[in-house]
């Protein structure tokens, strides 16, 4: 009886509780709506004839009633009509609903004394959702309960899980992978101050472990084989695939599909996540039950894809929609006074950043951030076992801004704010939580290849093919020695009486199609789409004499690799430099590129679907620059500098992810060493069998791009 009473109890003084927070914040509304009415000329709360304070006060009060219960009622369901709407468009229409809801507030009032204009309406509206948002939020974090309520609110929860469901379970663990973010920038932005989160888990003893990626060192290959345990056969971020002639770029839905779907049957598991996981804006599931802005879920139809849901579950809330809308308004104006100042300024390296780009930023660097740290919190208040999430605003900003700089320095900035308020939210978990801090690869600066040399790397390739080119390419040098060693190789070869190579000759078409040239940061891939096998050097030799020759003498070229019927492949450089695959170490032609980098080529050698020429581009050691081959002075996709070196950043309570001395290699084992954590925090993980994880529909394939391929392929934001 006594329990029950002083339960009883414990129940009126929490309603109690609430009623008055409640109450505090219609007052301070209503307060608030005052004062604008005042400061506001086109916002009125009094009729034509005035109205003594009494009345004024008793209307706000009312609007101020009406607009909180319409944004409780009427916001959630708007949201959810408007999930077919582009996320970045969505940003910016909650301003205009939440003015819409304001002027139906207004009109609801007895006598019609209040009125606004639109435009006034929704400034109003912006303020006192932010200001009752501000006030009811300092009013909770005095009281624990309040506090954790009012979070399960803001993160699309109602109520947590059955608590039986993580009590006496293991701790559970939040992956949060910094997208772009390399081991010496993060050394550096904690040096400077820029992240004091970060600085204090050091100073606690948190482990920082480098590790080297792949050659292939972006976003694609690092997660995919982060999560599902295998990058086997992702040679770059884009790359031709001669035995379906489909273009595959990782961070097309229909490509990551596919690519999520050949890891899981080469590996027979469904990824890291597949016991009570979420996946957060990563490229891949990872086999993840609960999703949210996962891109290989975008290329699914019908009630399974979730890929949306995480926008309802943030955007229902009025203040965190107008609080990310204003956000991105003002990374909007950012990014354009930033730019402005460079060009101004003359600053060099320097790519453009007009066009859409500053709606691109500020999607990447605010909407997505906020929906995905929303997420994250409501997934540790829900007790959920494993968390991966990708946070992709430094990656953004640092390929048009360059890696280091004011610019990004205010990102990391921010994202440390992010993962402070992580790492607060997990102390009102139902269960304790073990963060990890990591990221995909890093990122090389310096001048783009064509700014460098004055044409792109397909115009160089055309030009060695001997192919026509734009009369600007012909008056730079790089162009006017291609096309002339490409002449004299032709007038030699119909000269030559025999193969010299004493190569057995395979039949080649007659009329050769144009190779195709893809880019992926420094690292460029080149195809001859109308011969199924991929070429060898000899054959290229007969088809095209000079071409390389042409690439691996290029000034801004550091090697190529080449399959060859004498040698099986070889890597070519500069003055006549040519060594087999099979004999490659560190040294030679790779030895500016650093350890690992002879492994590196003769992985990705053996890959299916390599490309028949592979060609990295230099690499200036002390300055740290490569040539990236797309539009991008901050760049990743090959060998050379900081963009290979990725970290790591694990709670001491973890064990060490490599033994001492040993150095931590590849994202594959990146993924046995975050499934060793999660053994040791919550048992053994039972993978899921392989048709469960992913299924392909054939809508699905109709989406990849097959050749011919016209036009540059887009910049695009997880590379």
């Not at 209307?59 to 949201?79: I, K, Q, R």
């Not at 080119?469 to 012909?474: I, S, Y």
């Not at 060594?579 to 030679?588: H, K, Q, R, T, Y």
Request: proline share 6%.
């Amino acid at each position: 009886m006594g329990d029950g009473r002083w339960g009883g109890a414990d129940r009126w003084r929490s309603a109690g509780r609430t009623l008055a927070r409640v109450l505090v914040v219609w007052a301070v509304s209503t307060l608030t709506m005052l004062v604008l009415a005042g400061v506001l000329p086109d916002f009125q709360l009094q009729s034509a004839d005035g109205d003594s304070f009494t009345r004024t006060a008793l209307t706000a009060a009312t609007a101020a009633g009406a607009f909180g219960l319409l944004g409780a009622l009427v916001w959630p369901v708007a949201v959810r009509a408007l999930l077919l709407v582009p996320a970045l468009v969505l940003g910016l229409l909650v301003f205009f609903l939440n003015g819409s809801l304001l002027l139906i507030a207004l009109w609801v009032i007895p006598d019609g004394r209040g009125a606004a204009a639109p435009e006034t309406a929704v400034v109003v509206a912006a303020v006192m959702s932010a200001v009752a948002s501000a006030t009811s939020t300092a009013l909770a974090v005095r009281d624990d309960d309040a506090y954790r309520r009012r979070l399960y609110r803001l993160t699309g929860r109602t109520r947590p899980r059955d608590p039986g469901d993580s009590a006496g379970a293991g701790p559970g663990t939040v992956f949060l992978q910094l997208d772009g973010v390399g081991h010496h920038v993060l050394r550096g932005a904690v040096a400077d101050g820029l992240m004091p989160t970060v600085a204090g888990w050091l100073d606690a003893g948190h482990r920082l472990t480098p590790w080297r990626t792949d050659w292939s060192s972006q976003t694609g290959a690092s997660q995919l084989g982060i999560l599902h345990g295998s990058n086997e056969d992702v040679p770059a971020f884009r790359w031709y695939e001669k035995d379906t002639g489909r273009i595959m770029v990782s961070n097309r839905p229909a490509s990551a599909v596919e690519l999520q779907r050949r890891a899981v049957h080469r590996t027979g598991d469904g990824g890291l996540l597949t016991v009570d996981g979420a996946s957060r804006g990563n490229l891949f599931s990872g086999g993840a039950d609960q999703l949210a802005l996962v891109l290989s879920m975008a290329a699914r139809r019908g009630r399974r894809n979730r890929s949306r849901a995480g926008y309802f579950a943030y955007f229902s809330d009025p203040a965190n929609a107008v609080r990310t809308a204003g956000s991105l308004v003002a990374e909007c104006v950012r990014e354009m006074y930033q730019s402005t100042r460079a060009r101004l300024r003359r600053e060099a390296p320097r790519v453009s950043r007009g066009g859409t780009y500053p709606f691109v930023r500020a999607f990447a660097t605010v909407v997505e951030r906020d929906v995905v740290v929303s997420a994250v919190m409501g997934d540790m208040l829900a007790g959920r076992t494993a968390v991966y999430a990708d946070l992709v605003a430094y990656d953004e900003v640092a390929h048009h801004s360059g890696p280091h700089g004011r610019d990004t320095d205010q990102v990391l900035a921010r994202l440390d704010r992010a993962i402070a308020l992580i790492a607060t939210v997990a102390e009102h978990a139902p269960r304790p939580y073990r963060i990890v801090l990591l990221s995909d690869h890093g990122q090389s600066p310096g001048e783009t290849f064509e700014s460098a040399y004055g044409l792109t790397l397909k115009d160089l390739v055309r030009a060695g093919c001997g192919l026509p080119v734009p009369r600007r390419v012909r008056r730079t040098p790089s162009g006017s020695e291609a096309r002339d060693a490409a002449r004299d190789a032709l007038r030699s070869a119909l000269h030559r009486p025999v193969d010299e190579s004493g190569e057995t000759a395979r039949e080649l078409p007659a009329r050769p199609s144009e190779p195709v040239v893809l880019a992926s940061g420094n690292l460029g891939l080149i195809s001859f789409p109308d011969v199924r096998h991929r070429m060898t050097r000899e054959e290229i030799d007969r088809r095209h004499p000079a071409l390389l020759r042409t690439l691996a003498h290029h000034p801004g070229v550091g090697f190529v690799l080449v399959a060859s019927a004498e040698h099986g492949s070889v890597v070519l450089a500069r003055d006549g430099v040519e060594v087999p695959v099979a004999e490659l170490a560190d040294g030679g032609p790779l030895a500016v590129f650093g350890r690992g980098a002879a492994a590196a080529v003769r992985r990705t050698d053996g890959f299916p679907h390599v490309a028949d020429i592979m060609v990295n581009s230099m690499y200036d050691p002390a300055t740290g620059t490569v040539h990236a081959f797309e539009e991008q002075i901050g760049s990743h996709g090959g060998l050379g500098g900081e963009q290979s070196r990725a970290f790591l950043l694990s709670p001491p309570d973890l064990s060490p992810p490599v033994g001492a001395g040993e150095e931590l290699v590849g994202a594959e084992r990146v993924h046995r060493v975050l499934r060793r954590w999660l053994r040791e925090s919550s048992g053994p993980q039972v993978p899921i069998g392989p048709v469960a994880a992913v299924e392909i529909s054939p809508s699905t394939r109709e989406t990849e791009s097959v050749l011919p391929v016209e036009g540059a392929v887009a910049p695009d934001k997880n590379h």
